[in-house]
Structures are given as C-alpha cells and as structure tokens.
C-alpha cells in the first residue's frame, strides 16, 4: 500500500519490471472555495487528476474548473443557481501541447479506465473539451428545472480509444429537463436539441431527443 501511495510501483523503482507491474495510476485533489471576499452568494471549484507520477506526485493533469452562484427567486420561495464550467479530458491539459491518447488509457489494462464500454471518468472519455452553462430553478413545493448550454469538442486528435467518440467532433447541444415528486416517487423529464459536426468529412447533423424517468423511493 505504501509504494502504491508513493509511486513506487513503475517499471525502474523498487524491483518493478515489465513482468510485474501491477497496474495503472491515478489521483489527484477536487477544492470548492465559497465566497472568498465579500461574503458573497458564488462559489469557485475544481478537480486535478495526475495520469502519470513524477517524483512521487501527480503530473500530466486533467482538469475541471468552475464557478457558481445562487440566490432566492423574488418572494415565492424558489431558488436559482448558474454554473459555469469548464473540463478538459487531454493530459497535461495546461501544457504546449498536451498529451493525447493518454487519459483513462494504459498498456496493461487494455480497455483503460472504462466498464463494459464507457468511461468510468468524465463522460466525454479522453481528449475532450467542454465548456458548459446550465441553471437550476426549484421551487418549494419540490418541483425543480435545469437548463443546460454545452460545446464540446471529442477525441480531439481523431484517433486512439474513445468510447464516446470514435473520431472527431464537436458538438453543440441544449437540454431542458423537470423533476416532480409525486408521492413517494419522482417524475423526471426532458427534452433537448443537438449539433454536430465531424471533423474527418466535414458533415453536419441536427438532432432531438426527449426522455422520461419514473423512480419510486421506499
């Protein structure tokens, strides 16, 4: 456990060879810092996660970063909140260029960082890029609304495993859902729009989709 905290588990350190690698690293840390002048409704957050180690910490991040704020919709006991997020799913995402191929990939475990064909990280898997607008409304009888604005940019360098995007995209979507509780159970429901375009045949396509979720607590 003490050489898996600090790394010590690579082909070159402490006996590891080629033969006996154990396996795969991940960590890293997430923050949300409330009001840090003026005592004000916002918020800032973020996540850093390490696909590498480099003296014994962290290197090549992936990231996440946002800010939020909140507040009382007039007098009728509902209350809003906005976010504004930005992710980016390429290692060393800071870096001149980053490392593509790299994220939630590995070389003994060949499926990488996914269950049963999805990513178990962020679900735009490796390479992507995001940023994200979306506002919550709830009311006090239970009842909520969230609007969510997204760009997206998948499997940035077209190419390598990608199982939410087999080459090249960007889209464009918009969602529109509601929450009810009726009871014991909730309603959820939403519709939605999206926008994409392939970067390899330049193609364009428009898209709607609506859902419908009932869930029923004991």
């Known amino acids: 456990f003490w050489n898996l905290m600090v790394g010590h588990d690579n082909v070159g ?3 590891i060879t080629a033969g006996n690698e154990p396996g795969n690293q991940l960590a890293g840390f997430d923050f949300r810092w409330r009001s840090p002048l003026f005592d004000g ?12 180690t480099a003296g014994g910490l962290p290197s090549r ?3 996440l ?6 507040g009382d ?3 009728t006991g509902a209350s809003w909140r ?3 997020e930005y992710a980016d799913t390429a290692a060393n995402f800071l870096g001149h260029p980053p490392f593509f191929d790299t994220a939630y990939n590995h070389h003994i475990y060949r499926s990488g960082y996914r269950f049963r064909g999805r990513s178990i990280g962020h679900a735009m898997d490796n390479d992507g890029r995001m940023l994200s607008l979306g506002a919550l409304l709830a009311e006090s009888s239970g009842r909520s609304w969230n609007l969510l604005l997204r760009r997206v940019e998948m ?7 990608n199982t939410a995007a087999p080459r090249a995209e960007t889209r464009h979507d918009l969602d529109l859902s509601n929450t009810v509780t009726l009871g014991a159970s909730l309603l959820h429901w939403g519709v939605g729009v999206e926008r994409r375009h392939f970067k390899a045949s330049g193609r364009r396509e428009t898209g709607a989709h609506v859902y ?3 869930s029923i607590h004991g």
């Open 13 to 15: 350190s402490q006996g």
């Open 41 to 52: 409704p916002y918020a800032f957050y973020g996540q850093g996660i390490g696909e590498d």
């Open 61 to 63: 991040y992936i990231g």
């Open 65 to 70: 970063f946002g800010v939020e704020t909140w």
């Open 73 to 75: 919709w007039g007098k």
């Open 82 to 84: 906005v976010h504004l």
């Open 155 to 161: 499997n940035r360098d077209d190419g390598g495993l």
């Open 212 to 214: 419908l979720e009932w």
